[in-house]
């Protein structure tokens, strides 16, 4: 099976720094995925990391250790419109694979 | 980027009457799609992965009878809620991930809001 542990709740102030830590467990790892969502609104793509390491895309980055079985999403020059929900996912061994969601980072930015 | 439209994006109905959603993928074509449900300020739970031309693979838990799916065409899914009682309301969602894509990345509709009176 598939489960993925990440904060239920995470506070910065706008202009900052916020990390979003994500562990999983799988039986089979192809890549791990971020998203955002807004009160409402639907799940958007942020990032994808299939190797180790850090993908750069903007203000977000996200980072992979494999063989740690975690990884993060890095939010740089907070915005408050960056409030939302993050959710890091999982997808399996299989090409087409089903994608599994961990519970979501609730992100409250203070001004 | 790619669309996905998901229809109706609100639908109100009484207990014990179907409601079919609709999730098309507008600009590419989408052997597999997911079917999401979500409880307010909940986390994405996966229903099942509908795949073009055979039958839904369902999550434990689901009941394949009163969540029907079905996949016609590689743009077009669709998830029927029969028989429909009050703890199914909830905010259903679909994806679809492009056919061949290696990428971790699915693109979502924008949801179905389903009451149940």
């Known amino acids: 099976g598939q489960s993925l542990e990440q904060p239920s709740e995470v506070t910065a102030v706008e202009g900052a720094i916020v990390q979003i830590n994500c562990t999983y467990q799988t039986s089979g790892f192809y890549g791990l995925s971020w998203y955002q969502q807004h009160d409402g609104g639907a799940p958007t793509f942020l990032s994808y990391?299939?190797?180790?390491g850090l993908e750069e895309t903007g203000r977000f980055s996200s980072f992979l250790s494999r063989s740690d079985s975690y990884g993060y999403l890095l939010l740089q020059e907070l915005q408050m419109k960056d409030s939302a929900s993050y959710f890091c996912?999982?997808?399996?061994?299989?090409?087409?694979?089903?994608?599994?969601f961990g519970k979501g980072t609730r992100l409250h930015i203070l001004p | 980027g790619a669309v996905v439209s998901q229809h109706p994006s609100r639908v109100i109905c009484k207990s014990g009457t179907s409601v079919k959603i609709e999730c098309r993928s507008l600009?590419?074509?989408?052997?597999?799609m997911f079917w999401y449900r979500q409880f307010p300020k909940k986390s994405l739970m996966l229903m099942a992965t509908?795949?073009?031309?055979?039958?839904?693979?369902?999550e434990q838990g689901v009941e394949k009878d009163k969540f029907l799916i079905n996949h016609a065409s590689l743009t077009l899914s669709t998830l029927t809620v029969t028989s429909a009682h009050p703890e199914d309301s909830s905010f259903y969602i679909c994806?679809?991930?492009?056919?061949?894509?290696?990428?971790?990345?699915?693109?979502f509709g924008e949801g179905s809001r389903l009451t149940v009176l």
């Open positions: 994806s679809a991930r492009p056919s061949g894509s290696f990428s971790g990345e699915l693109f």
């Open positions: 509908s795949n073009e031309g055979s039958k839904a693979t369902y």
């Open positions: 990391n299939a190797l180790d």
């Open positions: 996912a999982v997808r399996g061994l299989l090409r087409d694979d089903k994608i599994i």
């Open positions: 600009d590419f074509q989408a052997t597999t």
